[in-house]
């Protein structure tokens, strides 16, 4: 009789080991794999010390995590310097870039913005950042009775190419002057010579060349005062360079 009920007792502390390993199992898997959830509804006061270095132990991995994800430094947030896709000295150094400039467009956006006029050196740096400037071409509308020499001269000695077009008049007596056809058909042949163009305009009719750029391989982006650029346009590149009061005189 006492040896049954010893067998029987032994069964049950068997029987109940096995099934504490069985829970165990699945809960310890569990937390290795997902993420730390944030109640923003949670009262601190109420956490206890140990709990909340074990969240934020948890919330370290997950920001480590999240910036290798994105390509920068776990330790810093920073972006890398050996060899990051946008990094200083990562693939974005080798790009070389082609700017396309309506001087008239980015003219009378930052009078009307700002009063002011924009800086073409800064607009230059600002855009292209670390790649190369295979050439940045400016448009200029050739005015009667405005000296320009001076202008004209600093954009020159900014390194841009200066193309000049007279306004011309109509039967009508009406005046116009305009440079978008001619500056989509210079960005079409040149776009298979460079990794990217950037139109410097914040005008919506350049969005329609942006698929044929786009095509051929080569990124298309714009840079404008976010107050004149057109949605249209800036839902048509790959990216868009915001001016501000940084980048006028």
């Known amino acids: 009789m006492a040896e049954t009920e010893t067998k029987d007792l032994s069964?049950?502390?068997?029987?109940?080991?096995?099934?504490?390993?069985?829970?165990?199992?699945?809960?310890?898997h569990t937390h290795e794999s997902s993420h730390p959830i944030i109640n923003q509804d949670e009262v601190v006061e109420?956490?206890?010390?140990?709990?909340?270095?074990?969240?934020?132990?948890?919330?370290?991995?997950?920001?480590?995590r999240l910036r290798r994800s994105l390509n920068l430094n776990p330790a810093t947030g920073q972006m890398p310097n050996n060899g990051g896709y946008s990094s200083p000295g990562g693939f974005l150094k080798h790009?070389?870039?082609?700017?396309?400039?309506?001087v008239q467009n980015m003219?009378?956006?930052?009078?009307?913005?700002?009063?002011?006029?924009?800086?073409?050196?800064?607009?230059?740096r600002h855009c292209v950042g670390d790649r190369r400037l295979a050439r940045a071409i400016?448009?200029?509308?050739?005015?009667?009775?405005?000296?320009?020499v001076s202008f004209l001269d600093h954009l020159r000695y900014c390194g841009m190419e200066v193309k000049k077009r007279e306004v011309i008049e109509r039967m009508d007596g009406s005046?116009?002057?305009?440079?978008?056809?001619?500056?989509?058909?210079?960005?079409?042949?040149i776009a298979d010579?460079?990794?990217?163009?950037?139109?410097?305009?914040?005008?919506?009719?350049?969005?329609?060349?942006?698929?044929?750029?786009?095509?051929?391989?080569?990124r298309f982006e714009c840079c404008?005062?976010?107050?004149?650029?057109?949605?249209?346009?800036?839902?048509?590149?790959?990216?868009?360079?915001?001016?501000?009061?940084d980048h006028l005189y």
């Open 193 to 218: 010579k460079v990794d990217a163009i950037i139109a410097v305009s914040g005008n919506g009719v350049f969005s329609d060349v942006a698929e044929i750029i786009r095509a051929k391989g080569t």
């Open 46 to 64: 109420d956490v206890e010390r140990e709990d909340l270095e074990d969240k934020y132990l948890d919330l370290k991995d997950e920001v480590w």
């Open 95 to 102: 790009q070389r870039v082609a700017v396309f400039i309506d």
């Open 11 to 28: 069964e049950e502390i068997v029987e109940v080991e096995t099934e504490e390993v069985v829970e165990e199992q699945p809960e310890s």
């Open 175 to 189: 005046r116009k002057a305009e440079w978008e056809l001619g500056i989509a058909m210079d960005m079409i042949k």
């Open 138 to 148: 400016a448009y200029v509308i050739d005015r009667d009775g405005i000296d320009q």
């Open 107 to 124: 003219y009378h956006s930052a009078k009307k913005t700002f009063g002011r006029n924009l800086s073409y050196s800064k607009m230059l």
């Open 224 to 245: 404008a005062f976010r107050e004149s650029m057109s949605d249209l346009l800036v839902r048509s590149v790959d990216q868009y360079h915001l001016l501000s009061e």
